[in-house]
């Protein structure tokens, strides 16, 4: 006797293999697919702009020259960065965070404020110079859109006020005499901002050795009194 097609359907299913669910994905979990690839690409795009900056001022530069100089097209570029202002602000933050990450690492591996900030000026100044960003410093801030140029000046106060900071720590620990400690934040750090105007890769001095001079020249004024610095200035002579 023929089994009914009904029953025979059902035995069908019963023998079959049971497929295992997939999990559910949270919600909130972090998401590794192409938006990650697509931030590495971007990341590879600013590190090759921050070469070009080296020759040339961004502000000069048109997306297409930009594109061209980075051996890609226009529509490729426009993928990642929505016009030159986008690439702009990458630049500038790409180069702050290197200088708020030195600051925290001066925080935590000096042992005192003169040593804090002698950390923080040579990674500074390192960075400023080994990752290229350096040269987008004089360019405008009012050529970024608001809301980004917000963004920036929020990462830039931090590095300014960790420098105060760190100049009034000294101050009360006996390393430093300084009357002003805002205006010598401005002073270092603006004289630290123009490096990439004289700079050059293949001249006499590295990196290091400029950032090393640079910090002590900038930390013996901090630690020396005007009348003992002008002594001092009295005795150089012409080379």
């Not at 097209?73 to 990450?101: A, E, P």
């Not at 405008?140 to 920036?152: C, G, M, S, V």
């Amino acid at each position: 006797m023929s089994k009914s097609p009904r029953k025979s359907a059902l035995n069908a299913r019963e023998s079959a293999p049971v497929r295992a669910k997939k999990p559910a994905r949270k919600k909130n979990a972090l998401w590794n697919g192409m938006d990650d690839v697509k931030d590495r690409r971007r990341d590879a795009i600013l590190r090759s702009v921050a070469n070009v900056l080296r020759n040339s001022r961004l502000s000069s530069l048109t997306i297409q020259q930009i594109a061209d100089e980075l051996g890609m097209t226009k529509g490729n570029l426009y993928y990642y960065f929505k016009d030159k202002q986008d690439i702009l602000f990458h630049c500038h933050m790409r180069s702050i965070d290197i200088s708020v990450r030195a600051l925290s690492e001066a925080e935590a591996l000096g042992r005192g404020p003169a040593e804090k900030l002698h950390i923080l000026l040579v990674r500074h100044i390192r960075g400023i110079i080994d990752d290229g960003f350096g040269g987008i410093l004089q360019t405008d801030l009012e050529k970024i859109r608001p809301a980004q140029r917000k963004l920036y000046v929020s990462k830039r106060d931090e590095l300014e006020r960790g420098v105060r900071r760190l100049i009034e720590d000294g101050v009360r620990a006996g390393e430093f005499q300084c009357a002003d400690v805002k205006m010598a934040g401005f002073a270092i750090l603006g004289g630290i901002n123009w490096i990439p105007k004289w700079y050059r890769a293949n001249g006499p001095f590295t990196s290091a050795q400029i950032s090393e001079q640079m910090t002590d020249f900038y930390l013996r004024g901090l630690r020396v009194t005007g009348h003992e610095l002008l002594n001092e200035g009295s005795n150089l002579s012409p080379k």
